[in-house]
């Protein structure tokens, strides 16, 4: 049996923070900001996880007003993720994202997300998919005050 689950995060971005995706600290200006590293690629994903498996969602597990997550690199969200979804009988069959960002361009990075989701997760990188777009500079998105991602899993009971 099968059980699919899907994730969403958004996050503004501002001058001087830190864009980290998927654990890849990516050049840019601007940055996301967050109570925790503002990762929402990793973010989405352990939502994702946790909907596929009916265990809550990652406010309920990784509270922004706890102090302990604070400046935490999101990394430890997805493996302690796993770790719960993995005592609940489940292992991961595929996960899917697409980061939706208007600048900069993440081509180059890409590969090492995929990389680093996998190795956090502990599957094989051909089970992790992660793409990117922009909104053609409509919304919040091109405007550059904020990005999004969404990504989709899928667990094997
Ligand atoms: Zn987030």
């Given at each position: 049996m099968t059980r699919t689950g899907i994730g969403y995060d958004v996050h503004q971005l501002a001058d001087g923070e830190k864009l980290i995706i998927g654990g890849v600290e990516i050049p840019s200006p601007i940055g996301s900001v967050g109570h925790s590293d503002g990762d929402a690629l990793i973010h989405a994903v352990v939502d994702a996880l946790l909907g596929a498996a009916a265990l809550g969602d990652i406010g309920q597990f990784f509270p922004s007003e706890d102090e302990t997550w604070k400046g935490a690199s999101s990394s430890h969200f997805l493996a302690d993720t796993v770790k719960r979804i993995g005592d609940a009988g489940f292992s991961i069959n595929n996960v899917d994202a697409t980061i939706i960002l208007q600048?900069?361009?993440l081509a180059e990075y890409i590969s090492q997300m995929k990389y680093n989701l996998a190795y956090s997760m502990q599957v094989?990188?051909?089970?992790v998919s992660v793409k990117a777009t922009t909104t053609d500079r409509l919304g919040f998105v091109g405007d550059g005050s904020g990005w999004a991602v969404q990504a989709v899993a899928t667990l094997i009971v």
């Open positions: 600048t900069p361009k094989d990188e051909s089970q």
